[in-house]
């Protein structure tokens, strides 16, 4: 059975949105104390914690929201979090099933967050 939630029901601003993240990701954030923008972070925050399958994830963002924005962000604990929240979002793929582009799009994620803890070390 698919998960049935805001995330899916507004499919047109969710590829957007993913589009837009991924792009942010692979592009580079700068993590540094105080300096990581997280209004991104906080509108997927928002979107996830609208549905009950979804609001794990959204936790997960919540706790990486928190890390960026203390005094000193601690790499470890912000790459832990980043690779959690990329085996979440594999994860997720995987429930919404093949069809559409979703699940590419959510791959695609998954590996841009991957790709940002590498660098992290």
């Known amino acids: 059975m698919e998960p049935q939630n805001d995330f ?3 499919l047109p601003e969710t590829s957007e949105l993913l589009e ?3 792009d942010t990701l692979t592009n ?3 993590l540094e104390a105080g300096k990581a923008d997280t209004s991104l972070l906080q509108k997927w925050i928002d979107i996830l ?3 009950e399958n ?3 994830l959204g936790s997960k963002l919540s706790e990486l929201n928190e890390a960026l924005t203390t005094k ?3 790499k470890a604990t912000t790459q832990r979090l980043l690779n959690d929240i990329a085996d979440a979002t594999t994860e997720f793929a995987t429930e919404v099933g093949p069809e559409g582009e979703l699940p590419p799009q959510l791959e695609g994620l998954a590996a841009a967050l991957r790709n ?3 660098q992290l070390s």
Do not use: H
């Open 20 to 22: 837009n993240t991924i």
């Open 8 to 10: 899916l029901d507004s």
């Open 28 to 30: 580079g954030i700068d």
């Open 54 to 56: 979804t609001q794990p």
């Open 72 to 74: 000193s962000p601690d």
């Open 116 to 118: 940002l803890a590498i």
């Open 49 to 51: 914690n609208q549905t």
